[in-house]
């Protein structure tokens, strides 16, 4: 019962602290700019804004963050004028805004985010990608550390919607069928490895060390259940690197890890692994279990000519153990967008 009001007595406060900000950004834009939105008419007068308020907590960084927050929000104003007998139509008319069809509910916004989580999604200019990162959010229940974590390793290109935008509204759909997103690359700096020296069994071992970031970076629903889970084929012992299941997809999922580019072979080696659980493995109730083959490099055509024929669910994707610098990131955006 405590921990249950506690919970709901933090959630207030996040929900009030976040309209109030709004309503402030409201003041800012539509009373102090009169609707203007030139930016360094702004920038000047929130300056002197946060001198004149000179309000604990109230510094020009708030003032900027809520001033970007009515304007890249508009849904929010039906939200307060909904809940507010004082919040009229009137007193919270809003300047012209761009709309856009991929929008997330105001309720919704308000009701699982903080003005934390609003603030990272408020430095990401393009609005389908932020659409993503605020439907991921909700659905995810992400920190706000791991929203940061997830826009600044570019999940939204990493997960493919990118070149799908379709599949984002799919993921707002409540009744849809559940289906599993792989990314490429997934990005596992937090083991701290070395690019440049690592094997497998380091892969391995700093991928369990760091077992809740890693599932983190899996995706919603995955359990860990074992890893060098063994196996007899033909009286011979095999061993499958790490073993998944998705509590949301109700599958088993085989992971298998390798320190370079791929190879055909490496894909065999995991089909028969997977082959070997749909039948041995699988409880009553269980889809077809899942393979992942993750490599630090692959070719596309290569990849698609292993996988042509092969009856089991299996996806081949590539890690970056850093983040890469500026220009390897701007050629991969470059690379993405022109597909």
């Given at each position: 019962?405590?921990?249950?009001?506690?919970?709901?007595?933090?959630?207030?406060?996040?929900?009030?602290?976040?309209?109030?900000?709004?309503?402030?950004?409201?003041?800012?834009?539509?009373?102090?700019?009169?609707?203007?939105?030139?930016?360094?008419?702004?920038?000047?007068?929130?300056?002197?804004?946060?001198?004149?308020?000179?309000?604990?907590?109230?510094?020009?960084?708030?003032?900027?963050?809520?001033?970007?927050?009515?304007l890249?929000?508009?849904?929010?104003?039906?939200?307060?004028?909904?809940?507010?007998?004082?919040?009229?139509?009137?007193?919270?008319?809003?300047?012209?805004?761009?709309?856009?069809?991929f929008?997330?509910?105001?309720?919704?916004?308000?009701?699982?985010?903080?003005?934390?989580?609003?603030?990272?999604?408020?430095?990401?200019?393009?609005?389908?990608?932020?659409?993503?990162?605020?439907?991921?959010?909700?659905r995810?229940?992400?920190s706000?550390?791991?929203?940061?974590?997830?826009?600044?390793?570019?999940?939204?290109?990493?997960?493919?919607?990118s070149?799908?935008?379709?599949?984002?509204?799919?993921?707002?759909?409540?009744?849809?069928?559940?289906t599993?997103t792989?990314?490429?690359?997934?990005?596992f700096?937090?083991l701290?490895?070395?690019?440049?020296?690592?094997?497998?069994?380091?892969?391995e071992?700093?991928?369990?060390?760091?077992?809740?970031?890693?599932?983190?970076?899996?995706?919603?629903?995955?359990?860990?259940?074992?890893?060098?889970?063994?196996?007899?084929?033909?009286?011979?012992?095999?061993?499958?690197?790490?073993?998944?299941?998705?509590?949301?997809?109700?599958?088993?999922?085989?992971?298998?890890?390798?320190?370079?580019?791929?190879?055909?072979?490496?894909?065999?080696?995991?089909?028969?692994?997977?082959?070997?659980?749909?039948?041995?493995?699988?409880?009553?109730?269980?889809?077809?279990?899942?393979?992942?083959?993750?490599?630090?490099?692959?070719?596309?055509?290569?990849?698609?000519?292993?996988?042509?024929?092969?009856?089991?669910?299996?996806?081949?994707?590539?890690?970056?153990?850093?983040?890469?610098?500026?220009?390897t990131?701007?050629?991969?955006?470059?690379?993405?967008i022109?597909?």
């Open positions: 019962m405590h921990d249950s009001a506690y919970s709901a007595t933090v959630k207030a406060i996040n929900r009030f602290a976040t309209i109030r900000n709004y309503v402030i950004g409201f003041y800012i834009v539509e009373y102090e700019q009169h609707g203007n939105d030139r930016a360094t008419y702004g920038d000047r007068l929130l300056k002197r804004l946060a001198e004149r308020v000179d309000k604990r907590g109230i510094n020009e960084t708030l003032l900027t963050n809520s001033r970007k927050f009515y890249t929000y508009p849904q929010i104003k039906d939200y307060l004028t909904a809940i507010s007998p004082t919040a009229s139509e009137k007193s919270l008319e809003k300047s012209p805004t761009a709309s856009d069809k929008t997330t509910p105001a309720e919704k916004l308000m009701s699982n985010l903080s003005f934390s989580h609003i603030v990272e999604l408020l430095t990401v200019d393009d609005s389908l990608a932020r659409f993503f990162y605020e439907t991921e959010s909700v995810c229940c992400w706000v550390k791991e929203l940061r974590r997830q826009i600044s390793t570019n999940l939204y290109f990493r997960a493919g919607v070149e799908k935008p379709e599949l984002l509204l799919e993921r707002t759909e409540v009744n849809t069928s559940p599993l792989i990314r490429d690359p997934f990005s700096e937090f701290g490895l070395r690019p440049e020296a690592f094997t497998e069994s380091d892969l071992n700093a991928l369990i060390t760091h077992l809740q970031d890693f599932l983190l970076e899996m995706g919603k629903g995955f359990c860990f259940e074992a890893r060098q889970k063994r196996m007899i084929i033909d009286d011979e012992y095999y061993f499958a690197d790490l073993v998944f299941y998705n509590r949301i997809l109700h599958c088993n999922v085989i992971i298998e890890l390798k320190d370079d580019e791929f190879r055909h072979a490496d894909l065999s080696q995991l089909n028969a692994y997977v082959s070997y659980f749909r039948e041995n493995e699988i409880n009553p109730g269980d889809n077809p279990p899942v393979g992942i083959l993750l490599c630090t490099r692959k070719g596309d055509k290569m990849v698609e000519y292993a996988l042509a024929g092969m009856d089991n669910n299996l996806f081949v994707s590539t890690y970056m153990l850093s983040l890469p610098d500026k220009k990131l701007q050629d991969f955006l470059l690379k993405e022109s597909k």
